[in-house]
């Protein structure tokens, strides 16, 4: 598939078929997000594949959170039905310490600090893992949905129930699998819908 087919046909997808994935996906689609760049190549990101069983737990955090807090109309737990029958969940994960060990090297040589970095490229990085991902989705044939975890404690639990270190933030999770979109509860944005670049582009001066 040309780039810009795949580019063009990126969207978020929120319900899916129960159907498995060809053997090998996740990996295909992990290698490449490991081709993203990353501040100093530090590469502080790491990825969490959850398949069959292993997501019941986090659904079962989603459903808490959703009977909990819900703010919005497609967060509820009618939406994390449609989720739970992807049969492939990546959740990228990120790690500020890497960065900060990485820029107190003598070649860079800021302070162990993380107010010597105002961007937080620990976040971006594995942003750009997020992106490819989905990217790369479109290209095996797939449809995916980036969805966020939660709040503090959110994290904190899905981080006891899945043993993840502290020292490792979840930055939402990827949801892959055959699209269906007549159980979707989410109606799809409209390509009118999106900003046009008069409104986001500014050549030379704000």
Known sequence: ME???VVRRRRMIRSFKDVPLPAGTADRLLRIANRAPSAG???GYSFLVLEGEDQAPLWDLLYAESASDRTT???GPEQVDALKRAPLVIVPLACKEVYLDRYARPEKGLAREESAHPVPYWYIDTGFTA???LLAVVDEGLGAVFFGIGGRG???DFRARYGVPPEWEPIGAIAIG???PDTDPVPPARPGDRKSLT???????W
Request: glycine share 4%; aromatic share 12%; proline share 4%.
């Open 178 to 180: 055959y699209p269906d």
């Open 73 to 75: 109309a497609d967060d």
């Open 199 to 205: 409104d986001l582009v500014h050549h030379g001066r």
């Open 41 to 43: 190549f530090s590469q």
């Open 131 to 133: 992106l490819l991902t």
């Open 3 to 5: 780039f810009t087919d």
């Open 154 to 156: 959110e994290i904190d």
